[in-house]
């Protein structure tokens, strides 16, 4: 069944996206992030939309491998001086750049997920979640970031 699927679109060829995992201020150039490109390409010049200010940023410089580039692809581990409205301490690990601006977050996303425990013999067991468990925060990992939600019963 897995031959009857269509073939994907290579990363190259889709949105460009790199999730940060670093950003830091190089005397005379400003502002670097880097990252590893999981999609798409960019060059120098491109408008980006960088998620932890939810604003646009322009390419100023590009390294690649550690080499001066006019434009890197996906799965280049990549350094990116970027001009904006953005101060590093504005950014966190887990921020994203990507090509265009993304849809407006939602107040409410239905999630299903398991959850497990550790117990006394130091194995691991699934364990449902009670009724009494409804107002505790839960962390999600997505990704490279963190977000926290909180669980409610649902009818």
């Known amino acids: ?13 889709q949105r460009f996206r790199l999730a940060l995992d670093r950003a830091f201020t190089v005397k005379g ?5 880097t990252g590893t ?3 798409g390409d960019v060059r120098i010049g491109d408008t980006l939309w960088l998620t932890g200010v939810n604003k646009p940023m322009r390419v100023r410089g590009l390294h690649a ?11 280049q581990r990549i350094a990116l ?9 504005a950014l966190s ?20 997920y398991a959850v497990f425990c550790l117990k006394k013999k130091k ?16 962390r999600v990992n997505h990704t490279a970031s ?3 939600g909180n669980k409610s019963k649902t009818d």
């Open 123 to 138: 194995s691991m067991y699934p364990s449902r979640l009670s009724s009494s468990d409804a107002a505790d925060k839960y």
């Open 37 to 39: 490109a999981l999609s």
């Open 1 to 13: 069944h897995l031959l009857q699927l269509p073939e994907r679109a290579h990363p190259e060829h």
């Open 146 to 148: 963190f977000p926290t």
């Open 65 to 75: 491998q550690n080499q001066p580039v006019e434009r890197a692809h996906a799965g």
């Open 81 to 89: 001086n970027i001009a904006g409205d953005a101060e590093k301490e």
């Open 93 to 112: 690990r887990g921020d994203w750049l990507l090509s265009q601006q993304p849809p407006e977050p939602t107040r409410l996303r239905r999630i299903s």
């Open 29 to 33: 150039a400003g502002l670097v992030v």
